[in-house]
């Protein structure tokens, strides 16, 4: 049942209930060939909402997501238009390098000293 809610979308089904109504109202005889055709259309229709909302909300999540840990939230900064801002961003870049590559070999050597005393 969970996966069914997250294929289809309550404006999209909403939606598809308008239409169906509208095809009911204006045209009856149409409603019959018109029913099989809302529901194939329900699906896909979803899908290209769902994408649409995540294209929308990927700028700020997409950069905290993959920046930094748990409740760090990385800056969304335009892209550099000059040597010196790209040599700065760049800078930025390294030192985060070094200090995720810190933070790695702190965990490794925390979880061989664990190892080795058990």
Do not use: I, Y
């Not at 699906?43 to 993959?66: E, F, H, I, K, W």
């Not at 930094?68 to 040597?83: C, D, L």
């Not at 930025?92 to 979880?111: G, I």
């Amino acid at each position: 049942m969970n996966m069914l809610k997250m294929c289809l979308n309550w404006r999209v089904m909403l939606g598809l209930a308008a239409a169906g109504l509208a095809v009911f109202v204006f045209a009856p005889g149409a409603f019959a060939a018109a029913l099989p055709l809302l529901f194939l259309a329900l699906c896909p229709l979803s899908m290209v909402v769902m994408m649409m909302m995540m294209g929308r909300g990927n700028g700020d999540t997409a950069n905290a997501q993959s920046g930094g840990g748990e409740g760090e939230r990385v800056a969304v900064t335009p892209p550099a238009t000059t040597p010196t801002e790209l040599q700065v961003e760049l800078d930025h870049v390294r030192a985060r390098q070094t200090a995720l590559a810190d933070q790695l070999e702190a965990l490794r050597r925390d979880e061989a000293q664990r190892s080795t005393q058990a």
